[in-house]
């Protein structure tokens, strides 16, 4: 699979990201991935960072970042557009950048 | 819990800050150690416990820190957990001392900067992090204190100007501290006018990480009063860890889960406390902290700095050394800097910003964002 993924415990049918090597809730090791992009969620938070830490991203300065709550259960941390605020529901994918991060965009 | 009878923290110690330094990690950490020696009379081999915390240590820990500073200690604990290991290290010294695992104990907490230390610590600070924050713009914790702050002012009507007014506080009370790094006076004005680095947080809102260490030594009050020290006692502490991990975001810590256990171990409450010293990576944790910890209400942390003159001679003392915003954060060290300004204060010896008729102090840690919130969060009462 490309992308990042959310992981589905086989035992207890709980939904955790990011990966782990045990169930959060009950500690069984059967996790299934299943693709994080297309999950949906609400934006909990975003902010609009101006500075980075490594040369590579300072050319894309300003850029959003913001904290989803999945319907499913975990949060993830992914880009997020400009045209997003908080409490919005948002719909995960890959990001233009890099098909391997994760982007958020507004649901339609 | 069991009290902490008869035991005490004296001797607190300051390796002066620098913004970088040629020095690795053990080198701050050894100034520290031969700091609390030259504070307290003792020689090294008296000191048979050692709490150390360092990031910048590795690969080497604790252990390692034994042979490199020549000392055979029978009780050791590596504590790398940032901004909780002053208070976490003092309640692990004072239960190995009740226990007689250790008759002295030395807690010490120090890093070193230079060009690419903190740039590499935030790469690989946890696997969570790696894997699925840092790729997203490397903002690293200005970036996840921007989330929480955002949220926190969504939530709550807090406005940057609440959080100006706490900065601008610390800034006033760094004025009073030789070892501060940043003592230039701050207004509100600059506070607002500042440039932005992860909205809504902007320059005077973030930590300035540099080096240096801190530390302090645990003993029996007995033995501390042979050695003509001022003891400190330890009235109450707590620690938690990944409390409330089903909260979508951070507007608590661990505190609200123990906060009454450490006020009714304490004996007194909030009223009673005299100075307050936060961790303040960013000023939003400081009024959780103080809301988490019952000087006011969930949500009225933002009201409460309006209301309340926060420097060493105003109505509510927090941060009276200036706090880490303007002393700045050498890495493990800013989990023990409150403690030691708490311990200066609480002996009469913290100078032209000495907190009058200082008689309880409250402490409180926090750190490790390993993934989008800080897992470790703990807090102690202390008397004169
Ligand atoms: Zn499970």
Redesign the interface.
């Known amino acids: 699979m490309t992308g990042?993924a959310l992981q589905r415990c086989a035992a207890c049918g709980h939904v955790q990201?990011?990966?782990r090597e045990c169930c959060?809730a009950c500690l069984a090791d059967d996790l299934a991935d299943q693709p994080a992009a297309g999950a949906r969620g609400t934006l909990?938070?975003?902010?609009?960072?101006?500075?980075?830490?490594?040369p590579r991203?300072r050319d894309?300065?300003?850029?959003g970042?913001?904290?989803v709550?999945l319907d499913a259960g975990p949060?993830?941390?992914?880009?997020v557009p400009d045209a997003l605020a908080?409490g919005a529901r948002v719909v995960l994918g890959a990001a233009a950048a890099?098909p391997?991060?994760l982007s958020a965009a507004a649901v339609e | 819990m069991q009290d902490y009878r008869d035991i005490v923290a004296c001797v607190p110690v300051t390796v002066p800050y620098a913004r970088r330094s040629e020095h690795g990690a053990a080198w701050f950490l050894a100034r520290a150690l031969a700091a609390l020696l030259d504070g307290s009379g003792l020689n090294k081999a008296a000191i048979d416990g050692l709490c150390l915390s360092s990031f910048t240590l590795a690969p080497d820990t604790a252990v390692a820190f034994t042979q490199h500073a020549g000392m055979s200690p029978r009780f050791l604990e590596f504590l790398p957990i940032g901004g909780a290991c002053g208070v976490v290290a003092l309640r692990r010294a004072a239960r190995a001392v009740q226990a007689g695992d250790a008759d002295v104990v030395a807690c010490i907490a120090g890093d070193t900067a230079n060009a690419t230390s903190?740039?590499d610590l935030?790469?690989q600070f946890s696997?969570?992090s790696r894997?699925?924050?840092y790729?997203?713009?490397?903002?690293?914790p200005?970036?996840s204190f921007?989330?929480?702050t955002?949220?926190y002012m969504?939530r709550h009507g807090a406005t940057r100007a609440d959080f100006g007014r706490l900065c601008v506080a610390q800034r006033a009370n760094a004025a009073h501290n030789p070892a501060a790094l940043l003592r230039a006076p701050l207004s509100l004005d600059d506070y607002l006018a500042a440039?932005?680095?992860?909205?809504?947080?902007h320059l005077y809102d973030c930590v300035m990480p540099c080096a240096g260490a801190d530390g302090f030594l645990v003993m029996h009050r007995a033995r501390a009063a042979a050695l003509g020290l001022r003891g400190v006692r330890i009235l109450a502490a707590i620690e938690r860890y990944n409390a409330f991990?089903d909260d979508?975001?951070q507007l608590r810590g661990g505190w609200a889960m123990d906060r009454d256990a450490l006020w009714a171990q304490a004996g007194i409450g909030p009223a009673a406390i005299d100075l307050v010293q936060t961790y303040d990576d960013y000023p939003v944790i400081s009024l959780l902290q103080l809301e988490d910890l019952g000087f006011c209400g969930k949500g009225e942390g933002a009201a409460f700095v309006r209301q309340h003159d926060l420097t060493f001679a105003g109505s509510f003392p927090h941060n009276t050394g200036g706090g880490q915003l303007s002393a700045g954060q050498a890495g493990a060290a800013g989990g023990m800097l409150g403690l030691v300004e708490a311990l200066r204060q609480l002996a009469g010896t913290a100078g032209a910003r000495q907190v009058a008729r200082a008689r309880h102090a409250l402490v409180s840690g926090f750190g490790m964002i390993n993934?989008?919130r800080g897992l470790a969060s703990a807090a102690c009462v202390l008397a004169a």
């Not at chain 1, 894309?60 to 850029?63: A, C, D, F, K």
């Open positions: 990042p990201y990011p990966a959060e909990i938070a975003r902010t609009l960072l101006h500075h980075s830490n490594e991203f894309l300065l300003p850029l970042i913001g904290l709550r949060i993830v941390v992914c880009f908080g890099d391997a991060l | 903190f740039r935030l790469a696997r969570f894997e699925a924050v790729p997203y713009g490397a903002g690293g200005n970036a921007a989330l929480i955002a949220a969504q440039r932005p680095i992860a909205e809504p947080l991990p979508p975001v993934y989008d």
